[in-house]
């Protein structure tokens, strides 16, 4: 940018000071060939299109994240909460599961794996 109002590179040091930056803002750059070179082209329309993408992009990746954060974090509470109480249902698969295991115990027989539920 220092170039591009004819001035050394050195100059880019004052963004070291708060608020230099500022003046690559506001200062305008040559009209024509200066003793750096001549003006670069103007942007193409792919470049535009990139820069509004990101834009856009800057835009809408935060409101992403925050919707979907407290999203996981619902959702990890959810599990967390079912693995310390399970279902009903599990509870009572695995109480018959135990009684048949007792009962094929007591019939002398050794205990026998009983298929998975989706076999049955």
Not at 67 to 96: C, F, G, V
Request: with cysteine; aromatic share 8%.
């Amino acid at each position: 940018r220092c170039h591009d109002f004819n001035v050394s590179g050195w100059l880019s040091l004052i963004m070291l000071i708060p608020l230099g930056s500022l003046v690559f803002m506001f200062v305008p750059g040559t009209k024509g060939t200066n003793n750096y070179g001549p003006p670069p082209p103007p942007n193409s329309a792919g470049v535009l299109v990139l820069f509004w993408l990101f834009i856009a992009g800057m835009l809408i990746l935060p409101i992403m994240a925050a919707i979907s954060i407290p999203a996981y974090m619902q959702y990890m509470e959810q599990a967390q909460s079912q693995q310390d109480h399970p279902p009903e249902d599990i509870q009572q698969q695995l109480q018959q599961l135990q009684e048949e295991m007792q009962r094929q115990e007591q019939q002398g027989g050794e205990a026998q794996p009983m298929p998975p539920p989706s076999q049955q």
